[in-house]
């Protein structure tokens, strides 16, 4: 185990949708980073928190959004879904630079 | 090799046997390299991790290996058993951005033969 959950860890949502997905960060860990993950493929960095800012994002639209609160649990976002937004979303946690650890993840699918 | 769409790399080895599975990063600039084991409907495991100013480190069977020259990882398994068999992962970390973004390569599935 981890210490890092996810919920929930499966959802399916209709096209055009908006969901929001949930992380608990391991304790003392004050960053936390979303990546998705489609099937046959690595893992693609959406963005991190540091301290509830964002803190880096990578090539992923607007309608990927984030939050991290106070107790660094943190929220991820998607408006207007697409099919091709159906993925695995994991969330990691991390402590400085130290090693990243990872949430079982949440299995979205987009009908 | 390189995977196309859901082809993964893929690695077949017998129960007991050595595995050693490779991967070629991109980014010059990355001083931080982490090996992870992901088990289906899992999220990603860390293994073991190397700097950029170490070119082995082993831990409790596993071994990374780092060239910077070429820009390549390795892992090592030794004694590889049933409970081994899974996607590996090699991620890199640009430590000199502002955050701790990861970059994953494709992933090998590793088999193990019992």
């Known amino acids: 185990e981890t210490g890092v959950t996810q919920s929930p860890t499966h959802l399916i949502k209709t096209r055009g949708q908006q969901v929001t997905l949930r992380c608990s960060s391991q304790s003392g860990h004050n960053t936390v980073s979303w990546y998705q993950q489609a099937l046959g493929q690595g893992p693609q960095f959406i963005f991190q928190?540091?301290?509830?800012?964002?803190?880096g994002r990578g090539n992923f639209p607007p309608r990927f959004s984030g939050l991290q609160f106070p107790n660094y649990s943190s929220e991820l976002n998607v408006n207007a879904l697409e099919l091709d937004d159906s993925a695995l979303y994991l969330c990691a946690s991390n402590a400085g630079s130290n090693e990243a650890f990872f949430g079982q993840g949440t299995r979205l699918t987009v009908v | 090799g390189e995977s196309v769409g859901l082809h993964l790399p893929t690695l077949s080895v017998q129960e007991g046997d050595n595995s050693i599975i490779n991967c070629a990063y991109s980014n010059s600039a990355s001083d931080y390299f982490i090996w992870y084991k992901q088990e289906s409907g899992k999220g990603p495991q860390f293994i073991i991790d190397i700097r950029s100013n170490m070119d082995k480190r082993q831990g409790q069977r596993v071994t990374v290996l780092l060239n910077k020259t070429v820009k390549h990882l390795s892992l090592q398994i030794a004694a590889t058993q049933p409970g081994d068999s899974a996607v590996y992962f090699c991620a890199e970390r640009d430590s000199g951005g502002s955050n701790y973004k990861l970059t994953f390569g494709k992933g090998t599935l590793l088999t193990v033969n019992p």
């Open positions: 928190y540091y301290r509830e800012e964002e803190n």
